[in-house]
């Protein structure tokens, strides 16, 4: 048997496991920080128990349906959202006509570019299904008081009659995100107390009751934040003009709790790039924000809150992306060598700024991730929405969930959340912990393509920090050496770190071949 064929076999062996081999980590790595298990969401969907109609209306009666065409129509507090995103594809076909003119555009077959079908979210046969219930008291740094947040995520899925009377689903590109305050500030205890961030990180890491972690089950109107939308807008097949794409919508709605409703807002940390660039005044103030010592700090953490003033209401977001920062985002272009020079049409960041910033923040001894100018340009990246997602998603999502749905799951929907979701979870569980012994919780992350390990060898030999698969960092060409900011970025012994895609700096770690 040649070497090469040997090489070719084990890849295989490797790639048969990779299912059951995810799931079994994925269970592993999420326990105690997001419930993922189908059988218990299918019950908790199913008995009507934790839908959107049931938490947004609880006193409805129990027979009023779930589909879609009356969601956005009975529930009041949901009336903007459904114009909102109506308002997003036409300008997006707008968009699309205007740089590719000889394309169709349109939803169903026969187009060159095949648009989300909008009847969907009108349609008496979908409803949204829940997918997965996650914590994210890692994202306390935003608000102390409302202990951070807990996410329902739900899916759009269609239901359609079987001749023997059952019925079966599909599940549409779309998810739904219910973002809750993770506790409800006059909420108390079972000792009458109030309800502190330690109890509620407890009850997580107990694998308790899930009534216990969702304001009793019956959450209140205090805990509602925001929703969150992220929909496949299109699909573009290869072509004379481009490869194989898909776009992704993203949208923000946040909850106004004198209305009473979900009113179109700002992403986080999205920065709208256009504004930014059509606007001296407006670049110039993000420049002198973003390199200020204090917010320099916090984005070297990841933890940085932009002012909503340099923001986009919304996102369209390209997929499939390459493994370089300026790639995984490339239409930011704030970047020097991006631009024709200062003023209108020029980069908000030139090298020296970069540089004569992170000198002064490191000789404070504050920084953690960012050292060097493409480690400045990868955190200026994912820490945006658009980003984010880009960055080792499953087709554009980072938690699609386990499909529940199917009879038989596709390998897609076996695993519930993306290699960047799972990576994270270790840093978000030490931070349940420490809210959990009454200790102030370091809230840093590292990058989404390497996530922070925090000293834990539970991730050592996977994907998401040395194994197989793995985001590395390449030698820099020519130059011999690694870029400061991904020297750690290093692959599991019998492992290399090799060019998987149009990158100068990330690789995938692979076996060795010679």
Known sequence: MSRALRILLAAVVLLAGTVSLFAAESA????????????????????????ISRLLWPERNAN???????????LPQLREISPAIDAE???YVAQQKAAWPTETIGAGEGFDVQLFDRANLKSPDTRFVLVGIVNRMDRAYVSEESCGEIRLIYRLARFEAKPDGSRTGTRLPMT??????????????????????????????????????????HPTDAMLDRIETNIQISIAPKSALHDFRSDYLLKVFKYNSATKTFEESTLENQIDRDRILADDDLRRDFKAWLLAPENLREFDRGTVLIPEKFLARAAVVPTPAGLDASALQPEFGMMQGEGKGEGKDGPVFTDNDVVGALKRAAARGELQNIRSIAGFQRRLNDVTCAGCHQTRGI?????????????????????????????????????????????????????????????????????YQDG??????LENAGSGTRDKSFTSWSCATGLTCQAAAASRRIGMCFIKTR
Do not use: M, Y
Not at 64 to 74: G, K
């Open 64 to 74: 009023f349906p779930l589909t879609t065409d009356l969601l956005f129509s009975a």
């Open 395 to 463: 087709g554009g999502f980072h938690f699609p969930g386990v499909d529940w749905l199917a009879d038989k799951p596709s390998n897609s929907t076996i695993v519930p959340a993306s290699p960047h979701f799972i990576g994270d979870q270790l840093r978000r569980r030490d931070i349940l912990t420490a809210f959990a012994a009454g200790k102030q919780p370091d809230f840093s992350r590292g990058s989404a393509s390497r996530p922070q390990t925090r000293g834990s060898g539970e991730l050592a030999g996977t994907e």
């Open 176 to 217: 739904f995100n219910l973002v809750l305050k993770a506790r409800d500030a006059r909420q108390v205890d079972g000792n009458g107390k109030p309800l502190v961030c330690a109890e509620v990180a407890r009850r997580w890491l107990d694998n308790g009751d899930w009534q216990g972690l969702i304001g009793g089950g």
């Open 28 to 51: 592993a790595l999420t326990r105690g920080t997001a419930i993922t298990d189908p059988a218990l969401l299918r019950r908790l969907d199913e008995q009507d128990t934790l839908t």
């Open 468 to 473: 197989w698969g793995a985001h590395c960092s």
């Open 89 to 91: 594809f036409e300008r």
